[in-house]
Every structure is written in C-alpha cells, then in structure tokens.
C-alpha cells in the first residue's frame, strides 16, 4: 500500500474503461483522474454512461451481463484485480457511495443506528459501545438534528433531506478515502439539495475526504466540484476546472448545456437556445464523433473521425476537432447556434 | 471504424462493429399483442409447453376417430397388461380396456373440465374484480368483502363441499368448480385495477370529458385484461386436477366414461399389480397442467412492457 | 397550421372581454383526514384558503417546496379531486355550475403531468391516446386521427414515424411532446403543466420550453406552470405564486417576485438555487431542515418557525396576503405596516 498522502497517487483513476450490457458500449473509453481530496463532477444526459461510469469504481455489476475492460484504480487498489472476499470488504472500507434514493440503501427493518454500527464492526473490531458513540458521532458530523433519537429512528421514520444525511453517515462509518455519489440531490427540493451540497464540501475540506459527484444539474456540480468532466453517449467530451467548464467551455455539446438552461435566456420570453436531435442510440453507435450529428460545428471529418483528446490548457482536455471555434463561439456571446429541434 | 483506443478494445472491435450507416429503422409497431407473440415465439419453454398443450387438444377433438381400440370394450382375460404390451401399448386397465385408447378419449373430459369452470370464472371474476377496483369506495368494500368470505375456505374443500351439496356430475362439478374460481380472478382484477386506476392517464382520460363506462371500456379494459388473463390460464391447471379430484370422489364424472382422475381413482387397487400402468393417468394430468402452467408463465414474461 | 381545425382565434370562446381573468380562485380550502392509530383525528391541511386570479393570455408560475400544495391545488383546478370549499370562475362562470359544468369546463382546461410514461396509456399508440379526447366528445374518428396527426406535427413529432408507435418506444422528450399534443387535442384556452418539464434532461427540458412558447402564441393559451425550478418559472412566467404549507406567501409579476422577493420565504427559495458561478458559491443555506409538514401546520404565520425575521408577533397574527407594490402582494407581517412587526414600513398616511 501507498502512503494514503503520496501526492503522486490520486484517489481515482479510470484508464481506458469500458462497460458494455450485451451489445451496447455504455462507457466507451473512459479516462479520468480525481487528485486526493478533491471533488469531481460527472455530469451529461440520461444515457451518457455517467452513473455506469461511477458504478464500476466498485463494480456494482452482475458479472455475467456486463463486460468492463481497462483499468480501475481507486484508494491504491486495482479495482478490477480485487477477489469476492477484498471487494466487499474495499466496498464501504475504502470506497463508499451514497444513491439518489435513500430508501433503498437502509434496510427498512433495522434502525438507522443500528445499520451503521453494523457497518462499522463489519469492517473493525470495535465493541458495541464503541461502535454506537461512533454512529453518534458520524449523525452529528452530518448534521441531523436530536442525534441521539434519531439513531433509534427507523428511516421511514425520517424525511427525506433527513434520510440522505443519514445515508451520508452511512456511508462515512469505515472512514472511506472515496465517496462516491450518484445523483444524490435529484430527489430533493431545492431548499434541502442546497443544504446537502454544502455538507458535502464541509465533508471533503474537514475530512480530506475525495468526491466524484454525479449529476444531471450542472448549478449543482458547480457548487460542489472542483472539477467537472462532462460525458456524452459513454465518452469524456470536456474535462476542466468549474471555473473553466463554466467560463470558458471548448466543447460544443458542453456550450450546449450552459445555452439551454432557462438562466441564460437572452430576455424573458424569447426562446432558449437548445442542442437539436437526441443522443446516439449507443447499441448502434455512429463512427466518429457522438456528438457530431447534432452539432452546429461538426464537418465532414467530425462524422468520419473520433476526435483526438487535445489539452487546451494544463489540464483542461477536451476531445473535439474544433475546440478554438467552439470556444471563439462562446465567447462571441449567446446568438442562435442551432436551427430548431428535429 | 473509430481508431481503438486501448489495446483491450482491440479484440472487441470485431464484435462492436454495426454497419457504420444503416439507416435508421423505422419499422411500423407491431402493436401489443404482436409484440407478445414475437417474443413468446422466441422463448423455447413456452413453446414446448405450448405444443404440448396443442397436441393434447388435437387428441382430445380427434379421439372419436383416432383411438387403436375401443376404449369401453374390456376383456376379462387381458386385465391389466404391462405397458409395452403387444396389443395394448400403454396396458389395460383393471377391466381390460385399452389405457392408450382411454387416456386419448379422456383427454377430452378433463381438459373440459379443466377450461370451462376457468373460462366461465374469467367472465364473472373479472367483472366483479374490475368493478370493484375502478369504482372504489363503498361498492370496492361489500363487493371484496363478500369475496373474502370464499376465501376463508380452502379450495379443495370448497369444491368438495360445493360438489357434494349439488350431487354429483359433469354440470354439477363445473359449477362448483366455477365457484372456486370466481373469487381468486376477482381478487385479481380487483387489485390489477385499482393499480390502474391510479395511473395518470386515467386522470387524464378523465380529463378529456369521457364517462366513466367508456373509461373502463377503452383506458383500463386493455390494461387489465392480459394479467388477469395469464392468471386464469394459470388456474387451468388446478382446475384439472381439482375436477380429477371430485371425479376421483365419485362427485365427478361417472364410469364408464374415461376420465383421467377417475381412472386414477379406479385403477387405484392395481397400484401393488401395475403400478405404472396405474400411475399413466396421474402422469397424463401432471405433463397437460405443467404445460399450462409453464405457457402462462411465457405468456406473462411476453407481456411485460419493457421501458 | 391550418391544419388544425378551428383554432386560430383564441378569443372566440371569450365571453367576458380581456380583462376578465380566466379563471378565478378564492378560498379554495382541501384538506385530507389522516388515519393514524386511535389518537385524535388529525387533517393534513393541503390547501388551506387560497385565492388567486388567472389572467387571461398569461403564464400563472406556481412554486413552492413539495408539500406546499401545489400539485393539490393543480388537481383541485382541474376537478381530479374534490375541493371542501372554495369558489372556482371560468371566465367569469362558477365551473360546476348550471353555466359551466365540469364536462364544458374541462374541454376548455386542460393538464399535462409530471410522468409523462405513467400519463399515456402503455396499451395505446400515441395516435390513439391524442385521438382518444376529440373522439369521446363527437369528433369522428376519422377527423379525430387526423387532428392527432396535426397536433404531433405541431410538437415536433413526425407523424408517419410516431403515430403508431407505443410509449415505451419513445424517449422522454417525446414522450412529453405527446403529452403536450393531447392536452391541446380538446383544443382548451388553459392549460395546467405540472412540473411537465422536471422529470426530463436539461437540453430537451430546453426544446419543450420553447415549443410551450410557440403554441402559446399560436393557439392564445393560457398557462398554469406549476415548478420547483424558480430558473424555468422565471423563464416562462408572466407572474409567479409562490406557496408555502398550503396558503399563497407571495404573488405578483415575476420580475417583481423574482428580483425583488417581498417574503423571506422567497428569498430563501431563491438563495437555494446553484449559483452556476464557481468564483461565488453559495455559502450558507438560508433555510434549514426539510419543509414542514402539512399536518397541523404552525399557527400565525406558518413560516415564522423557519423565519429568519420571526418575532412574536409573527407566532400570533396570520398575515394577510397585502400589496407590496401595483400587482405584488406578500403575506408577511415584516412588509406590512402597522402589523407590529418591528420591520415593518411606518405606516403611509393616506393624502
């Protein structure tokens, strides 16, 4: 094992990664790097192989309908080298992840409390007390109110921006290096998400804690990720700092996302500019770029070729053969980009 | 094709290949049904069991005409012959009639009797069930209410009483077996309906000003009618053997006529003599409600929507 | 799109001129009995005494957190459930009453849903669900299929590859296309959208909003937009209603509503949404814990538990929904003077 400080190993890297459920390539080539300590957003559409991507950090697969191909490192562990007996115990030890539906990570018969003393001396040796001050603890940390009652609470018994903390908690109980999270915010109202993504920053600046964020919502990645990569149809198109994703994006179908929200209208009323056409159906994947058919940049050598990843700035990548017009693009301001949706 | 990114695509590359401009299909849809038809044609279990269940209604329609022997004639002289025998190829029964001559004619009894108490049930339970799930309220309580009262009895039991109580023969026994069956499909389409109910396009069909008949008729029929449905073909099965059971009682049919619970209950003193000539009927009610029982399991796999 | 028959002049309905709101709400009360052991029978309190004007040719937004009563209230609105009490005016007519029942009312109002699979029926084509409302008020079925047909046009949906085929065949955008096209089919003048763009991605959320805007402008429809997305309310209304525990907080043009919120209810609701600026992130949430529940909801304000300007005052007096502004009124005791709330403006002595 590597020193868990080493500054040269990062706390997740996916080389190559491929994940395919029969004939269709969900994740088509993937590479991605999340340095200690920081927090990362995947975002993209339904179907762009987001939430696939973050799952197979820890493998939650049927083996027998899916085929992952290339590297997986997470917490100084080869994912997929991992045996039955080091997976689960590297699933929830060093690894966790917390869903979008709370519901269905408790199990509805055993207390809160409970639940995470058994997962915290599943993973230790640690006698019962122990265990529960440490459950206590962690309700605490996460910022649920009246701690000590609600760790006897069942989790129909909490609300849901309740449940999601709890789960957080959860999650946190073998103090993982990782935490993952698939959409966690999507269920919830505006006032509670708001709420469980500043807890999630709290989380990563006290505990060092590293974080790849999923999320359909790109506001909701931006307030918690340093990082943003966006996927489309299985693949990385942008990765970047927010900060370059939000100011400066090289991307075509990341313009795309930042032009369709109903904030950046030009004037109440007028008309939103929007991506036409819908994404690839990925069982019959086009050659070349995904994207290409419903890009306002694309030419002839977009449908032939699969863009090359160009790094546009240190650590700003993006896979697209016409970055500097997509970018020039943008920062001509918001003008009509696209003829109307197909 | 894309250039392979990893030297692990490389051997997948043949398999992901799809023809890189095939034009998108735009195939007009085969509707519902047919899209359960094509995926029930495609699972092998459910046709075997449909096949069988086919060649036994052959039989059972052409049995008159088709039988080796005479099906009531016995001889004294050849009781009870083994399977493989010269003469009678699945044996003889305990009076000296031909098995295979008897099993093919009674197919047609029991598959009757294991069809129509069900059909019928289907009319009636449905009715009840559906009503009482899309109207709700006060009519759902004293119509589901009623129901439980049936279900407090156990089926066998119920059928047997019912049987007793009305004596015994064919009309008798597809009553009482009807009887049975009215409140389990009931039960069912009362709960497949009030899920449907629910539904938003149900409220939108509200919405759109048309009456409630025409709701029922038009919005929930097609939606409930298949699940409903493929339990009821699952209850085939039990009819059949709960008929061979009353038949087996003498509240069913009555000798001579072949049935095959019947002849399970009178060649029941050859089992030390024959014993597989004496289980050939119990066999034949086994393989004929396995086959319904698994082509209703197909039929509700076909019929699951997948989004 | 002339296609579509008898469209065109939104204001032949009309009866009672512009100015006249389309629909009229005052009152409106629902409230569910909760059946929850032997204690005392409780209510949960979905809608609790709500008025509102829906001006004819706008965009009404509705916003609020779940359990406010908005999606209650849509479904008061449109007679799927039951109002206890309440006054309801279509165009200046009590809907129910001898002048406007239910069944003339709802040809005129119509409601796309949130789930656009769970709204269309898995067992009907697209062609067949559009169809299915012209059909069962007379069109024949002939002109019926047609009009489905136009309509699909209309929303973007190539007839010849849709028509015939089934929900689960399409994708969710298109699904609320479809959506879109049926509740147009009875050729209403309002149409209530029930978070009809929540459930889909951001980019076809995009399309579908623009093709409300188009057929607004084409048919002169009125629109319901019920959201908890205050970014697409903005985008899309003309005024907003923002509702808290079942009574309105807060009501008037957006722009007001939105720029300048009078309730501190809506201004937390506004500090809650991602600031997509990562140079200014949000720092603190202005509101903690989840939104209350709507059985036995505080008394006086319902808010002030949760209010960062809460005085006694507040836990006493229920504030009345009073103008703020021209057009803007707030319920909250701190913008009303002479409330007795210490933030409240000194009282304008009438000239």
Known sequence: MTLPTAPMVPAVELTGLRVAFGKTQVVDGVDLRLERGQALALIGESGSGKSVTLRAILRLFPAGRSRIEGHIQAAGRDVLALDKRALSEFRGGDVSMIFQEPLLAFDPVYTVGQQIIEAIRRHETISQADARARALALLERVRIPSPERRLDNYPHEMSGGMRQRAMIALALSCRPQVLLADEPTTALDATVQIQVLLLLRELQRDLGLSIVIVTHDLGAAVEVADRIAV????????????????????????????????????AKGSRLETIPGSPPDLANRPPGCPFAPRCFLAGDRCHREMPPVAEVSPGHKVACWHTEDAAAAYRAGPTPLAVEMA | MTAPLTAASVALDGNLAAPPDAPEAFVASRGFWGHVGHRLVRDPVAMTAGAVILIVVAIAVLSPWITPMDPYKGSMLRRLKPVGDATYWLGSDELGRDMISRLMLGSRLSLFMGVTPVLIAFVIGSSIGILAGYVGGWTNTILMRTIDVFFAFPSV???????????????????????????QIARVAESVTTGIRKRDYIDAAKLSGASALTIMRVQVLGNVVGPIFVYSTS???VSMILASGLSFLGLGVRPPEPEWGLMLNTLRTAIYVNPVVAALPGLAIFIVSISFNLFSDGLRNAMEIRQ | MSVIPSSPDPFAADRGGPAQPLLSVSGLVKHFPVRKGTGPKRVVRAVDGVDFDVLKGETLGIVGESGCGKSTTAKLLMGLIERDTGDMLYDGQAIGGRAMPWRSYRRQAQMVFQDSYASLNPRMTVEQSIAFGPKVNGVPGRQAVERARALLARVGLEPKRFAGRYPHEISGGQRQRVNIARALALEPRLVLLDEAVSALDKSVEAQVLNLLLDLKAEFGLTYI????????????????????????????????????PGHPYTQALLASMPSLDPDNRTQKALLAGDPPNPIDPPGGCRFHPRCALAEGVCGQVEPPLDPVMTLHRVACLARQPGSGHSAAPAQVLAA
């Open chain 1, 231 to 266: 996927m489309y149809a299985g693949k990385i198109v942008e990765t970047g700092t927010a900060r370059e994703i939000v100011r400066d994006p090289h991307h075509p179908y990341t313009i795309g996302l930042l032009r369709s929200r109903a904030e950046g209208a030009l």
């Open chain 2, 157 to 183: 039991l119920l059928a047997i009483a019912l049987s007793g109580a009305l004596g015994a023969g064919i009309f008798n026994s597809i009553v009482s077996l009807t009887c049975v069956f009215v409140p």
């Open chain 3, 225 to 260: 937009f019920i959201s908890h997305d205050l970014n697409v309310v903005r985008f899309i209304s003309d005024r907003v209603m923002v509702m808290y525990l079942g009574r309105v907080a807060e009501i008037g043009p957006s722009d007001s509503v939105l720029a300048a």
């Open chain 2, 235 to 237: 209850l085939i099965s």
